[in-house]
């Protein structure tokens, strides 16, 4: 419970609180009314804090009973609160009231205290009041005068002191004092150690150093007057063991004054009594002092091993014994002692064994006659002493069988160092000291502080020492193999004292016992190299170095063979793999260096100045030897190691590859060294011609080295591609021209220090100018790298061949291209600029700028030449998509010129290309499953096919002109059906006839190929029904199916074909099909390129031959060779064996729609339907209106007919634009992809309409519209033919029957489903699903429809709702992936079933007080509608938990239902209505100002309505944007049938 307040009566404070002007009054119980409510308000607020930090620990029942209590008893305070304030209003009175009794009660107490005041003074005071007899003499002098001279003389001689003598007097007196004690010094006595006094204020005071300080004075004149002692001074202190404390107590010294002045009396020698009695005890407390500090060090830090007291008689001497390990016949002790002959000397050391009387006299000075008394600095210097003795004695040892050496005793504590080599660092050296504890030897090397003989000479020192020359030759040599180490530590090789011989080798060298070094080259595995070392006999402490080259061998053991091969200079590769492993050596050969000529090669010269304490120092020379600055190496490098090591390192890979280059039959020079001693050089004289059979060494090279790799797979030249270029004679003989030499050197990569070879070719110029800037000189280099670290060097050879075949064969498409650059009649300048050309690659830029570029260079891999493309600053190079097409077309003509023209006239048109999106998208056609939206698929250099969504594909044919053909891909040009994975393109001559130049198409195109329509095959209209198959041309037959065509009889089309034309040729009769092509006479021809049905066929066998009479020469324009039918495409061979493809499991072919039929495919039989139609025009390349009718352009087989289009019309067509609809504001897309999704949303509605029940299809005469019904609706689905880039809904209301009345629909609202379709539906993104779901809700009941229609009038115009509405609202057409999980996302997100409706509303927050949209919050409501008890309600999961604010909105719609008086009346608008108005968040703002401007809406204007899009909140799916609507321009007002507002009528409507 919480702790009960006290009333407020009880606080402290209130009671006796004085109102301001009555503090004279009596106390009264007042307080101001301010001051009351702020205690009021403090108790409650304090009481709540109480309760909000109490509460939380306790049950929920205790906390309810404590908010009661709380509430009860503030509501109980602040009632008696209202009821004074109420009685407050007549307070005036009162204050008057209680203002006259107080003043009544004051005169009445006023006057009851006189009285009894009087009472008790007559009564009490008066009564023993008397007065005395006053001294007025007295009182008159003291206050007259200020003095009293009439008090008794005893009185002040007790009290009032004397008076005191003047300063002057005191002076006068001390003066004279002095000189009474200068005169009894002068005439008595004085002992030299108390000569140090000083005289002063009438005292004098006599100082002893380190021993006391005593005052005296005299207290007369007279010789008799004994000396007065006035204070002692003891100066002995302990500083170690004393803690700062005073060694005598004060009752000590008061004793010793006592005494020594009870001697002073009648003592003719007073001053020597004194100075006998203190010296004594002085020296009795020094000697006190050093054993007590003896004591204590024995016990905290030594032993009895190492100090020990062996004799101590107070006062007189102290012994003590040190270095009691050592074995000597009198030990090392020492004695403090007093003078036994002279009392007044200090006290002195006694050394055993002694030691000379200046350092014993040091010793004392040092530790006992200082100031700082102590027996550890008494023992350190005496061992010191003793260490620098026996040192010094062990120093005249080394030197007698050390001559010429510098030997060095210094330090604290002594150290004696011996230098071992000669250099000699100081940290080599051998340290020599003495244990300061035991007396003992002790020896180390600081820089070798685990050397193992150091321990051994310390052996030696503390016994034998006749061990120690041999100690320090051992010592020597095991420094120098440390100083090997060091050497080698950054040089690529370890030194190692012993190998793993199983036979120890018979050279002598090799022998157990010998001072030598194996040094292991990490780069040379089977080499080896031996270093001999030897004291110089003249100085011991200098090295002689020796070395030897050994090649080894290894082996398992004794029985392990190994070849005569291991003794030659290549390296060993890699051993065979073996079950044991070889890990012992054997010594196959070894060869001695000469010393002198090792270190003393081209560039290198070693200091033949020898003094007699230094040793050669080599170093490389750069400089000439005038100006050459002596090397200085530090001590522990050793020169002529490391020049050694490094010269094996370096010259060993030279000789291994001149010894492969041999092998090859490639000549060169041999190893030389480059001029300044730069580098080594390895000089090839020429390189062989690429292609030619190999010599039988280099056969058998070339079989070891595929033996090794023979289960990896070979590289095959590229298909299609012919033989290597062809090297002619005058080429090749100026490519030796050019060749001025060939060097090979090594060197080490910086970052990752591995070797490499570094293989320089010097050109003299290029018979190809470029424009790069260090390609202007005569001299060009090329360098090429190769790795050392395989020690293959075969493999490094056959690089260095591949890399010169590359050099061959470019320069042998170089040199034809140069003469032909400078041909002044191609325009070849004008179309590319050579960027660089550095021998292995040739840099062309192209395009308007020049700046994209294309890298040619010749790959061994796939023996052939590989091209890369690369963009510039400003544009892309989209020539990447046809990269293996352009080298394929390269490898088989060898012609750069040819690749130039094709680059060139290209570069526009796949520029356009490359602007298309390839980006994967969702919901096509199944949600979770990604389609690329287009895909490029380059086949040849000339001809490219566009795949869009897996659906349709469109083949591109680049001709010359700046003409491109653009023709429907999923129209066979070899079989008369279409290809299975595509669909055709209805509508697809119409839209490129909008985009064709006649003037262009008239110039790239032929007199006949107009005259040749392509025939329908006996394909259906897809789109308008059953019966609305169309017809063919007038002779029935097609192009493909010249004899020439004929493709082999397969069981799927035995039978199917139309029979092979029999009329002649004839350009001039429209409706007569064109024969094949003359020299297409041969069928054997076409035999092999029946199952290739996507390639592009060679031209004999083109349906529509190019007009080759209008053309000029080009790349583009000659005859196709057989190898472009193998060209992969997009057929189901390819699909079979390429899953990773987009065909396969995104397209059509391969997906089963749910609940839906099979995608229509074309009749198989190739005949013509009973309600077939001739036409009688003819389709041509040109618009719309040359020869054709609007049917014909539409027809399925006329996207078959290739239309010619401009570069400027393809830029046109792919590049992205703003929507036609300017009011809609989305994304900008190309023209092409707008009508190719157009396309796709109205194959997918057909679609749609064939698996829906509910839906009955109707058959339209027009081709490429969609018709149609629903209940009481007729709908029309057309494209907008002014651009072919939108598609519109036109319904219709039927008429209802007479007998059965049906609820019709106004025309605004059908106006606004069209605009709706329009806007939501049809409008990028296409996403086949929101079909979907527009075509459930057609199907709704008209009274339901009815208020659909209204939400979407409300999500397309939302100030329509008025100022009431808190919320604008979407209807979601796809599921968006932040609703409630109840359906998948992605899918149509309108469900029907058992007489429920299911849909999406996402709804957003108007914001106020200008905040932005993007921060209004957005929720998605699942909403059910159940149309037989006209409740809108909710969907909510039981297994989810639903947030706060999808919680109101339920409950918002639960209570319209339950208040819902109009029964008769659909609720569905009304309840959203509701909800949009009523549902209000935690953080609400205050609503706006009436009228106030509703944000941006969603919608299109369409007529009269003016309509806008924009963003609101956040879109129900990431790829719906959402739209903003424009004020409205139309009328508005109305009120249509059911009572529902109704939008202004619409005068124009879709067109």
């Given at each position: 419970?919480a702790p009960?307040?006290l009333p407020?009566e009880?606080?402290a404070?209130?009671?006796g609180?004085?109102?301001?002007?009555?503090?004279?009054?009596?106390?009264?119980?007042?307080?101001s009314?301010s001051?009351?409510?702020?205690?009021?308000?403090q108790r409650?607020y304090?009481?709540?804090t109480?309760?909000?930090?109490l509460l939380?620990?306790?049950?929920?029942?205790?906390?309810?009973?404590e908010?009661?209590n709380y509430?009860?008893?503030?509501?109980?305070?602040f009632t008696?609160?209202?009821?004074?304030?109420?009685?407050g209003?007549?307070v005036?009175?009162v204050?008057?009231s209680?203002?006259?009794?107080?003043f009544?009660d004051k005169q009445?107490m006023?006057?009851?205290?006189?009285?009894?005041?009087?009472?008790?003074?007559?009564?009490?005071?008066l009564?023993?009041?008397?007065?005395?007899n006053f001294?007025?003499?007295a009182?008159v002098e003291v206050?007259t005068?200020?003095?009293?001279?009439?008090?008794p003389?005893?009185?002040?001689?007790r009290?009032?002191?004397?008076?005191?003598?003047?300063?002057?007097?005191?002076?006068?007196?001390?003066l004279?004092l002095?000189?009474?004690?200068?005169h009894?010094?002068?005439?008595?006595?004085?002992?030299?150690?108390m000569?140090?006094?000083?005289?002063?204020?009438?005292r004098v005071?006599?100082?002893?150093?380190?021993?006391?300080?005593?005052?005296?004075t005299?207290?007369?004149d007279?010789q008799?007057?004994p000396?007065?002692?006035l204070d002692i001074?003891?100066?002995?202190?302990?500083?170690e063991?004393?803690?700062?404390?005073s060694?005598?107590?004060?009752?000590?010294v008061n004793?010793i004054?006592?005494?020594?002045q009870?001697?002073?009396?009648?003592?003719?020698?007073?001053?020597?009594?004194?100075y006998n009695?203190?010296?004594y005890?002085c020296q009795?407390?020094?000697?006190?002092?050093?054993?007590?500090?003896?004591?204590?060090?024995n016990?905290?830090?030594?032993?009895?091993?190492?100090?020990?007291?062996?004799?101590?008689?107070?006062?007189?001497k102290?012994?003590?014994?040190y270095w009691?390990?050592?074995?000597?016949e009198?030990?090392?002790?020492?004695?403090?002692q007093?003078?036994?002959?002279?009392?007044?000397?200090?006290?002195a050391?006694?050394?055993v064994?002694?030691?000379?009387a200046?350092e014993?006299?040091?010793?004392?000075?040092?530790?006992?006659?200082?100031?700082h008394?102590?027996?550890?600095?008494?023992?350190?210097?005496?061992?010191?002493?003793?260490s620098?003795?026996?040192?010094?004695?062990?120093k005249?040892?080394?030197?007698?069988?050390l001559?010429?050496?510098?030997?060095?005793?210094q330090?604290?504590?002594?150290?004696?160092?011996?230098p071992?080599?000669?250099?000699?660092?100081r940290?080599e050296q051998i340290?020599i000291?003495?244990?300061?504890h035991?007396?003992?030897?002790?020896?180390h090397?600081?820089?070798?502080?685990d050397c193992?003989?150091?321990?051994?000479?310390q052996?030696?020192l503390?016994?034998?020492?006749?061990?120690?020359?041999?100690l320090?030759?051992e010592?020597?040599?095991w420094?120098?193999?440390?100083r090997c180490?060091?050497?080698?530590?950054h040089?690529?090789a370890t030194a190692?004292d012993?190998?793993?011989?199983?036979t120890?080798?018979e050279?002598?060298l090799l022998?157990q016992?010998?001072?030598?070094?194996?040094?292991?080259?990490?780069?040379?595995?089977?080499?080896?190299l031996?270093?001999?070392?030897?004291?110089?006999?003249?100085?011991?402490?200098?090295?002689?170095?020796t070395f030897?080259?050994?090649?080894?061998a290894?082996?398992?053991d004794?029985a392990?063979?190994?070849?005569?091969?291991a003794?030659?200079l290549?390296?060993?590769?890699?051993?065979?793999?073996?079950?044991i492993?070889?890990?012992?050596?054997?010594?196959?050969r070894?060869i001695?260096?000469d010393?002198?000529?090792?270190?003393?090669g081209p560039?290198?010269?070693?200091?033949?100045e020898?003094?007699?304490?230094k040793?050669?120092?080599?170093?490389?020379?750069?400089?000439?030897?005038a100006k050459q600055?002596?090397t200085?190496?530090?001590?522990?490098?050793?020169?002529e190691?490391a020049?050694?090591?490094?010269?094996?390192?370096e010259?060993?890979?030279f000789m291994?590859?001149?010894?492969?280059?041999?092998?090859?039959?490639?000549p060169?020079?041999?190893?030389q060294v480059?001029?300044?001693?730069?580098?080594l050089?390895?000089?090839?004289?020429?390189?062989?011609?690429?292609?030619k059979s190999?010599?039988a060494?280099?056969?058998q090279?070339?079989?070891?080295?595929a033996?090794?790799?023979?289960s990896?797979p070979?590289?095959?030249?590229?298909?299609g591609?012919?033989a290597f270029?062809?090297?002619?004679p005058h080429?090749?003989?100026?490519l030796?021209r050019?060749v001025l030499?060939?060097?090979?050197?090594s060197q080490?990569?910086?970052?990752?220090?591995?070797?490499?070879?570094?293989v320089?070719?010097?050109?003299?110029?290029?018979?190809?100018?470029s424009?790069h800037?260090?390609?202007?000189?005569?001299?060009r280099?090329?360098?090429?790298?190769y790795?050392?670290?395989?020690?293959?060097?075969?493999?490094?050879?056959?690089?260095?061949?591949?890399?010169?075949?590359?050099i061959?064969?470019?320069?042998t498409?170089?040199?034809?291209?140069?003469?032909q650059l400078?041909?002044?009649?191609l325009?070849l300048?004008?179309?590319?600029v050579?960027k660089s050309?550095?021998y292995?690659?040739?840099?062309l830029?192209?395009?308007p700028?020049?700046?994209?570029?294309?890298?040619?260079?010749?790959?061994v891999?796939?023996?052939?030449?590989r091209?890369?493309?690369v963009?510039g600053?400003?544009a892309?190079n989209?020539?990447s998509?046809?990269?293996?097409q352009?080298?394929q077309?390269?490898?088989?003509h060898?012609?750069l010129?040819q690749?130039a023209?094709?680059l060139?006239?290209?570069?526009?048109?796949?520029s356009?290309?490359?602007?298309?999106p390839?980006?994967?998208?969702?919901?096509?056609?199944?949600p979770?499953?990604?389609?690329?939206?287009?895909c490029?698929?380059?086949?040849?250099?000339?001809?490219?096919?566009?795949?869009?969504?897996?659906?349709y594909?469109?083949?591109l044919?680049?001709?010359?002109?700046r003409?491109?053909?653009?023709?429907?891909?999923?129209?066979?040009r070899?079989?008369?059906?279409i290809i299975?994975?595509?669909?055709p393109?209805?509508?697809?001559?119409?839209?490129l006839?909008?985009?064709v130049?006649e003037?262009?198409a008239?110039?790239?195109?032929?007199p006949h190929?107009?005259?040749?329509?392509?025939s329908?095959m006996g394909?259906?209209?897809?789109?308008?029904?059953?019966s609305s198959?169309?017809?063919?041309?007038?002779?029935?037959?097609s192009?493909?199916?010249?004899?020439g065509m004929?493709?082999?009889?397969?069981?799927?089309?035995?039978?199917?074909r139309?029979p092979?034309?029999?009329?002649?040729?004839?350009s001039?009769?429209?409706h007569t099909?064109?024969?094949?092509?003359?020299s297409a006479?041969s069928?054997g021809?076409?035999?092999?390129h029946?199952?290739?049905?996507?390639t592009?066929?060679p031209a004999?066998h083109?349906?529509?031959?190019?007009?080759g009479?209008?053309m000029?020469?080009?790349?583009l324009?000659?005859?196709?060779?057989p190898h472009?039918v193998?060209?992969?495409g997009?057929?189901t061979?390819?699909?079979?064996s390429?899953?990773?493809?987009?065909?396969?499991?995104?397209?059509p072919a391969?997906?089963?729609?749910?609940?839906?039929?099979?995608?229509p495919?074309?009749?198989?039989r190739p005949?013509?339907?009973?309600?077939?139609?001739s036409?009688?025009?003819?389709?041509?390349?040109?618009?719309?209106?040359r020869?054709?009718?609007?049917g014909?352009?539409?027809?399925p087989?006329?996207g078959?007919?290739?239309?010619l289009?401009?570069?400027e019309?393809?830029e046109t067509?792919?590049?992205?634009s703003p929507h036609?609809?300017?009011?809609?504001?989305?994304t900008?897309?190309?023209?092409?992809?707008r009508?190719?999704?157009c396309?796709?949303?109205?194959?997918q509605?057909h679609?749609?309409?064939q698996?829906?029940e509910s839906?009955?299809?109707l058959?339209?005469?027009?081709?490429g519209?969609?018709l149609?019904k629903?209940?009481?609706l007729?709908?029309q689905?057309?494209?907008?033919?002014?651009?072919m880039?939108?598609?519109?809904?036109?319904?219709t209301q039927?008429?209802s029957?007479?007998?059965?009345?049906?609820?019709?629909?106004s025309?605004d609202d059908?106006?606004?489903?069209?605009?709706?379709?329009?806007t939501?539906?049809?409008?990028?993104?296409?996403?086949?699903?929101s079909l979907?779901?527009?075509?459930?809700?057609?199907n709704?009941p008209?009274?339901?429809l009815?208020?659909f229609?209204q939400?979407m009038r409300l999500?397309?115009?939302?100030?329509?709702?008025?100022?009431?509405?808190?919320?604008?609202v979407?209807m979601?057409m796809?599921?968006?992936?932040?609703a409630?999980p109840?359906?998948p996302?992605?899918?149509?997100?309108?469900?029907l079933?058992?007489?429920k409706?299911l849909f999406f509303?996402?709804?957003?927050?108007?914001?106020?007080?200008?905040?932005?949209?993007?921060?209004?919050?957005?929720?998605?409501l699942p909403?059910?509608?159940d149309i037989?008890?006209?409740?809108?309600?909710m969907?909510?999961?039981?297994e989810?938990?639903p947030?706060?604010?999808?919680?109101?909105?339920s409950t918002?719609?639960?209570?319209?239902?339950?208040?819902?008086?109009?029964q008769?009346q659909?609720?569905?608008?009304?309840?959203?209505t509701d909800?949009?108005?009523?549902?209000?968040?935690a953080?609400?703002?205050?609503?706006?100002?009436?009228?106030?401007?509703?944000?941006?809406?969603v919608?299109?204007g369409v007529?009269?309505?003016?309509?806008g899009?924009?963003?609101v909140?956040s879109s129900p799916?990431p790829?719906?944007?959402?739209?903003?609507l424009?004020?409205q321009v139309?009328?508005?007002?109305?009120?249509?049938?059911?009572?529902?507002?109704?939008?202004?009528?619409n005068?124009?409507?879709?067109?």
């Amino acid at each position: 419970m919480a702790p009960t307040p006290l009333p407020l009566e009880q606080m402290a404070g209130v009671g006796g609180y004085l109102p301001a002007g009555q503090e004279g009054g009596p106390r009264i119980n007042t307080m101001s009314m301010s001051v009351l409510i702020d205690f009021i308000i403090q108790r409650t607020y304090h009481e709540l804090t109480v309760l909000a930090e109490l509460l939380p620990r306790k049950t929920d029942m205790e906390r309810k009973i404590e908010i009661y209590n709380y509430a009860a008893r503030t509501r109980h305070l602040f009632t008696r609160l209202n009821a004074l304030v109420k009685w407050g209003n007549s307070v005036s009175k009162v204050d008057k009231s209680s203002q006259i009794m107080s003043f009544l009660d004051k005169q009445n107490m006023l006057f009851v205290e006189t009285a009894d005041m009087l009472a008790r003074m007559s009564r009490e005071t008066l009564v023993r009041a008397r007065l005395p007899n006053f001294h007025i003499p007295a009182a008159v002098e003291v206050l007259t005068t200020g003095t009293y001279n009439r008090l008794p003389t005893c009185i002040r001689e007790r009290i009032v002191p004397a008076d005191a003598i003047t300063p002057a007097e005191k002076k006068q007196t001390l003066l004279r004092l002095n000189q009474v004690i200068q005169h009894r010094l002068v005439t008595g006595k004085l002992l030299p150690q108390m000569r140090e006094f000083r005289i002063k204020n009438g005292r004098v005071t006599f100082e002893v150093k380190h021993e006391f300080s005593v005052a005296l004075t005299v207290m007369g004149d007279s010789q008799n007057v004994p000396w007065r002692l006035l204070d002692i001074d003891v100066l002995v202190e302990d500083k170690e063991t004393g803690d700062g404390k005073s060694l005598v107590h004060p009752l000590q010294v008061n004793y010793i004054h006592q005494l020594i002045q009870a001697r002073l009396v009648e003592n003719p020698n007073a001053l020597s009594e004194v100075y006998n009695c203190l010296h004594y005890f002085c020296q009795s407390l020094q000697l006190e002092v050093l054993y007590t500090q003896t004591l204590r060090l024995n016990y905290e830090r030594l032993d009895d091993n190492n100090i020990t007291v062996e004799e101590y008689v107070p006062g007189v001497k102290l012994t003590v014994s040190y270095w009691r390990d050592l074995k000597s016949e009198l030990g090392y002790r020492l004695t403090v002692q007093s003078d036994p002959s002279e009392i007044g000397r200090p006290l002195a050391v006694v050394h055993v064994p002694s030691l000379g009387a200046k350092e014993s006299a040091e010793v004392a000075d040092r530790a006992v006659r200082s100031e700082h008394l102590s027996m550890e600095r008494l023992i350190v210097h005496t061992v010191y002493i003793r260490s620098v003795s026996r040192l010094s004695d062990l120093k005249l040892e080394f030197q007698a069988f050390l001559k010429d050496v510098d030997f060095n005793l210094q330090g604290t504590p002594a150290i004696l160092t011996v230098p071992v080599l000669s250099p000699c660092l100081r940290a080599e050296q051998i340290h020599i000291t003495i244990d300061t504890h035991t007396g003992m030897f002790r020896c180390h090397v600081p820089k070798h502080l685990d050397c193992p003989i150091t321990e051994d000479m310390q052996e030696a020192l503390n016994a034998d020492r006749s061990k120690l020359p041999s100690l320090l030759s051992e010592l020597r040599y095991w420094i120098t193999h440390r100083r090997c180490e060091k050497t080698l530590q950054h040089l690529p090789a370890t030194a190692t004292d012993t190998l793993t011989f199983l036979t120890l080798p018979e050279q002598e060298l090799l022998q157990q016992g010998r001072h030598k070094i194996y040094v292991k080259l990490h780069r040379h595995p089977n080499i080896i190299l031996v270093v001999q070392l030897k004291e110089k006999a003249t100085m011991a402490n200098e090295m002689e170095y020796t070395f030897h080259l050994g090649f080894v061998a290894f082996q398992k053991d004794e029985a392990d063979v190994i070849d005569d091969s291991a003794k030659q200079l290549v390296s060993v590769v890699a051993q065979p793999p073996s079950d044991i492993p070889k890990f012992f050596t054997k010594l196959m050969r070894l060869i001695e260096f000469d010393t002198f000529v090792a270190t003393h090669g081209p560039g290198t010269e070693v200091d033949a100045e020898v003094s007699p304490h230094k040793r050669k120092s080599t170093g490389d020379i750069l400089a000439p030897p005038a100006k050459q600055q002596k090397t200085i190496f530090p001590a522990y490098f050793i020169p002529e190691l490391a020049h050694v090591v490094a010269m094996c390192d370096e010259k060993i890979p030279f000789m291994n590859l001149a010894q492969t280059l041999s092998k090859h039959n490639i000549p060169h020079s041999g190893l030389q060294v480059e001029a300044n001693a730069t580098s080594l050089v390895l000089k090839i004289l020429a390189l062989p011609q690429p292609g030619k059979s190999a010599t039988a060494s280099g056969q058998q090279t070339q079989q070891g080295a595929a033996s090794g790799a023979a289960s990896e797979p070979k590289p095959q030249p590229l298909s299609g591609s012919s033989a290597f270029p062809k090297i002619e004679p005058h080429v090749w003989d100026d490519l030796m021209r050019r060749v001025l030499s060939i060097s090979v050197r090594s060197q080490t990569n910086k970052n990752s220090q591995v070797r490499i070879w570094v293989v320089e070719f010097v050109f003299y110029s290029t018979p190809l100018q470029s424009c790069h800037p260090k390609e202007q000189g005569s001299r060009r280099t090329v360098y090429l790298t190769y790795e050392q670290a395989n020690h293959d060097f075969s493999k490094t050879v056959e690089e260095l061949l591949n890399d010169w075949s590359k050099i061959v064969y470019l320069y042998t498409l170089v040199h034809d291209f140069a003469e032909q650059l400078k041909n002044k009649r191609l325009p070849l300048c004008d179309m590319l600029v050579v960027k660089s050309y550095s021998y292995m690659n040739l840099l062309l830029g192209y395009g308007p700028k020049k700046e994209v570029s294309c890298n040619i260079y010749w790959s061994v891999q796939s023996h052939g030449f590989r091209l890369t493309f690369v963009g510039g600053m400003s544009a892309v190079n989209a020539h990447s998509m046809m990269r293996d097409q352009l080298a394929q077309h390269l490898n088989q003509h060898h012609s750069l010129t040819q690749i130039a023209q094709i680059l060139h006239e290209t570069y526009y048109p796949m520029s356009s290309i490359a602007k298309l999106p390839v980006l994967p998208f969702l919901g096509i056609p199944r949600p979770q499953v990604p389609v690329l939206s287009f895909c490029m698929l380059a086949q040849s250099p000339c001809l490219m096919r566009l795949t869009y969504q897996a659906v349709y594909c469109l083949e591109l044919r680049f001709r010359a002109n700046r003409l491109v053909s653009i023709r429907d891909g999923a129209s066979s040009r070899f079989e008369r059906n279409i290809i299975e994975e595509f669909t055709p393109i209805q509508g697809l001559k119409a839209f490129l006839s909008k985009y064709v130049d006649e003037s262009a198409a008239y110039r790239g195109r032929a007199p006949h190929e107009d005259d040749n329509p392509l025939s329908p095959m006996g394909m259906e209209d897809n789109y308008g029904g059953p019966s609305s198959v169309t017809g063919v041309s007038a002779g029935g037959s097609s192009p493909f199916l010249g004899a020439g065509m004929r493709g082999p009889q397969s069981p799927r089309d035995s039978g199917l074909r139309f029979p092979a034309p029999h009329t002649p040729p004839s350009s001039s009769n429209p409706h007569t099909p064109a024969s094949p092509h003359p020299s297409a006479g041969s069928g054997g021809a076409a035999q092999s390129h029946g199952n290739f049905n996507l390639t592009s066929p060679p031209a004999p066998h083109m349906p529509h031959p190019s007009p080759g009479g209008l053309m000029p020469s080009s790349p583009l324009n000659p005859q196709p060779s057989p190898h472009m039918v193998h060209s992969p495409g997009p057929n189901t061979l390819y699909m079979q064996s390429h899953q990773d493809s987009p065909f396969t499991a995104m397209s059509p072919a391969n997906n089963q729609w749910p609940g839906s039929p099979s995608m229509p495919r074309p009749s198989p039989r190739p005949g013509q339907s009973p309600e077939h139609k001739s036409t009688g025009g003819s389709v041509v390349a040109g618009g719309p209106d040359r020869g054709g009718s609007r049917g014909t352009l539409n027809r399925p087989w006329a996207g078959a007919v290739p239309t010619l289009l401009t570069h400027e019309a393809l830029e046109t067509l792919c590049r992205p634009s703003p929507h036609p609809n300017k009011d809609i504001n989305v994304t900008d897309m190309s023209p092409l992809e707008r009508f190719l999704g157009c396309v796709y949303m109205r194959r997918q509605l057909h679609r749609n309409i064939q698996s829906e029940e509910s839906l009955t299809a109707l058959n339209s005469t027009e081709p490429g519209v969609v018709l149609f019904k629903v209940d009481g609706l007729q709908c029309q689905v057309m494209l907008n033919q002014m651009h072919m880039q939108t598609l519109h809904l036109k319904i219709t209301q039927l008429p209802s029957p007479p007998d059965k009345p049906t609820f019709q629909l106004s025309p605004d609202d059908l106006l606004v489903i069209e605009q709706y379709f329009d806007t939501r539906v049809a409008a990028p993104p296409y996403r086949p699903n929101s079909l979907h779901s527009i075509c459930r809700l057609l199907n709704l009941p008209a009274q339901v429809l009815k208020d659909f229609v209204q939400i979407m009038r409300l999500e397309l115009k939302p100030e329509f709702g008025g100022d009431q509405l808190k919320w604008t609202v979407q209807m979601c057409m796809r599921m968006p992936p932040s609703a409630v999980p109840i359906v998948p996302s992605g899918n149509a997100c309108v469900v029907l079933g058992r007489m429920k409706i299911l849909f999406f509303l996402q709804i957003t927050k108007i914001p106020y007080n200008g905040k932005d949209w993007k921060d209004s919050p957005s929720l998605v409501l699942p909403i059910v509608y159940d149309i037989t008890t006209n409740l809108t309600q909710m969907a909510e999961r039981r297994e989810q938990v639903p947030s706060p604010m999808m919680t109101a909105a339920s409950t918002l719609l639960r209570r319209f239902a339950e208040f819902n008086s109009q029964q008769n009346q659909c609720s569905l608008f009304p309840a959203i209505t509701d909800l949009l108005t009523n549902l209000q968040l935690a953080t609400d703002m205050p609503q706006p100002p009436p009228n106030q401007a509703i944000g941006p809406p969603v919608g299109v204007g369409v007529g009269g309505v003016g309509v806008g899009v924009g963003v609101v909140g956040s879109s129900p799916n990431p790829m719906m944007p959402m739209q903003q609507l424009q004020p409205q321009v139309g009328p508005q007002g109305q009120v249509g049938p059911g009572g529902y507002p109704q939008l202004g009528p619409n005068p124009g409507g879709p067109q």
